[in-house]
């Protein structure tokens, strides 16, 4: 960890610490965040968590969940907390584009920044780097930086409840991202207290029925499958969202449901919320569906989950997506897949 002093000088003395992480916070945005946050609780800084927008309730069982400032909801109180902070630490983004309206704020500040991220091609936005695309989870990445400082003794039964919530919902519940590195820390944490049932049926069996309904919905009247290409893809409109009231986080999971097709190897889902079109790619194997959202919708990600937007129409933005697949195949599949 080549910033590794520069982290250990940093957090010495008390400062008026600000935790972000990016727009549709998952549970190792939310994970990450909280973890970093009792750690240096725990050291004696003075901590806000930022969020840009709101997370989804299954995590609202954390630790101080209920003192996340959400930009889209407290804009002001965002911009106070950012303004006097003397440390700005960014964790599982990579990019200052992710914290949408804030990325001003936090470019121009004079605190001292830090990121702590698992994704390729970070920007160099910050004084001290704990990047590696190689992690599982930020989650992980968090416990390692945890560990090289010395300081194993903070990480309580709480705080290791938060990093295995992101390595949970980063690995997909141990199905993608697996290393045997993670599986060691993840051990290491149920020694340090986690409970791992209790995670499973806060984190996995949780839902309202709605968003089950919804999720029968999406793969009944809104999948389309691209058969020539190996694709997948799921589209929901505003109408859909007004329907089963949902809200963002709701869609969570629906696209992975569509790699279980023995016959796709990309999965699309596209949703219209409220001006802005998302998309969130995942891929089976070597497939980079990161090259897929970089190239074509202003996105990135990982190899096998990334995701982009654009603001269009829905009806464009499912269009745009069929013209680029062909071509986007052709030169990104191996050749066994398509022969
Ligand atoms: P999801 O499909 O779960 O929203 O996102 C999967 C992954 O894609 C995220 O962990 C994140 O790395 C990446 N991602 C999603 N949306 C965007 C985006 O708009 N821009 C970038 N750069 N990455 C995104
Ligand atoms: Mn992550």
Not at 123 to 134: G, I, K, L, R, Y
Not at 190 to 217: A, S, T
Request: proline letters at 4%.
């Amino acid at each position: 960890m080549e910033d590794l002093s520069l982290i250990k000088n940093a957090i010495q003395y008390p400062q008026n610490v600000v935790i972000l992480s990016h727009r549709n916070p998952d549970g190792d945005a939310i994970g990450s965040c909280l973890a970093w946050k009792l750690f240096l609780m725990a050291k004696g800084h003075k901590v806000h968590v930022i969020l840009p927008s709101e997370f989804p309730l299954n995590f609202s069982w954390l630790p101080y969940t209920n003192e996340i400032v959400i930009y889209d909801l407290q804009p002001e109180r965002a911009k106070e907390l950012i303004e006097v902070a003397s440390m700005i630490c960014c964790l599982d983004f990579n990019s200052l584009d992710r914290i949408d309206r804030m990325t001003e704020m936090v470019r121009s500040s004079t605190a001292f920044k830090m990121m702590i991220d698992h994704h390729i091609d970070p920007e160099p936005f910050v004084q001290a780097m704990v990047s590696d695309p190689a992690a599982s989870a930020t989650c992980e990445l968090i416990f390692d930086l945890i560990i090289a400082l010395g300081e194993e003794k903070y990480i309580t039964p709480t705080l290791a409840e938060c990093l295995y919530t992101g390595i949970l919902t980063d690995t997909g519940n141990f199905v993608h991202a697996v290393t045997p590195a993670i599986m060691r820390k993840s051990a290491r944490l149920l020694e340090l207290g986690v409970d791992n049932d209790k995670l499973q049926i806060l984190i996995f069996k949780n839902l309202p029925e709605k968003q089950l309904r919804l999720l029968g919905y999406s793969l009944y009247h809104r999948m389309e499958i691209m058969t020539e290409y190996q694709v997948g893809l799921i589209f929901l409109t505003k109408e859909d969202y007004a329907k089963f009231g949902i809200s963002r986080g709701d869609t969570e999971g629906i696209v992975n449901y569509m790699l279980q097709l023995k016959d796709v190897q990309i999965a699309a889902l596209i949703t219209d919320q409220n001006g802005i079109i998302k998309f969130s790619f995942r891929s089976k194997g070597d497939i980079s569906v990161q090259a897929l959202a970089r190239e074509h919708f202003n996105g990135g990600g990982h190899k096998n989950a990334s995701g982009g937007y654009q603001h269009t129409s829905l009806k464009e933005a499912i269009e745009k997506f069929k013209s680029v697949i062909p071509k986007f195949v052709q030169s990104h599949y191996p050749i066994q897949i398509l022969n």
